[in-house]
């Protein structure tokens, strides 16, 4: 089942709580909304690390953890999910938006390379800065919807599967007998 997989990954509620990061939520996290697993909490959560993956700013995972936290839907599930956007899936995800973006927008897309420097990033927002941060909010739109949809159409076929197993199972038992 759906859930029990999903339970394997995620860290103990006591292991998030006692993180020194998350402290700045203080009593919030004491919520017991926030840890249960169900289908709506979850795919809510997977909606919220969705979006927050693909905005292009530091701390996606205190904004996820915000986020999560008024509209209680399962955080260690919010927080993992943002991480499809680490160090070697952001390059082809941002790119990719910025392309979008550059679609949506209507303009041409502009070659440039990459420098690690501020003057480069500030460079970079005048000329691409728009359509990236257009595409950006696109794709946070669009996946964290789809997201939502995709996830609680899967839990509902995992538990409907589990239901039908069950039924098979006492069939067969009574059969047996």
């Keep these: 089942m759906l859930k029990k997989f999903i339970k394997r990954f995620l860290p103990s509620p006591q292991k998030i709580k006692e993180h020194k ?38 701390f996606q995972m205190w904004l996820s953890a915000g986020i999560a936290i008024p509209l209680r839907v399962n955080l260690p599930l919010s927080v993992a999910t943002v991480w499809i956007t680490n160090p070697f899936t952001m ?33 970079s927002m005048e000329t691409i800065g728009p359509a990236f941060l257009v595409g950006c909010l696109i794709c946070s739109v669009f996946f964290s919807t789809v997201g939502y949809f995709t996830f609680n159409y899967f839990w509902r076929l995992s538990v409907s599967n589990a239901w039908q197993q069950r039924k098979r199972k006492k069939k067969r038992d009574a059969e047996g007998l």
Excluded: C
């Excluded at 996290?29 to 979006?51: I, K, Q």
């Excluded at 990719?96 to 303009?107: C, D």
């Design 91 to 123: 390059p082809p995800i941002f790119y990719g938006a910025y392309l979008i973006g550059a679609t949506a927008l209507g303009t041409t897309t502009q070659e440039f390379t990459f420098e690690l420097s501020w003057h480069w990033v500030m460079q």
């Design 21 to 58: 990061v998350l402290s700045i939520f203080g009593t919030l996290l004491h919520d017991p909304n926030l840890w249960h697993l169900n289908r709506r909490s979850a795919a809510g959560a997977v909606a919220v690390g969705l979006f927050f993956a693909f905005i292009p700013l530091p």
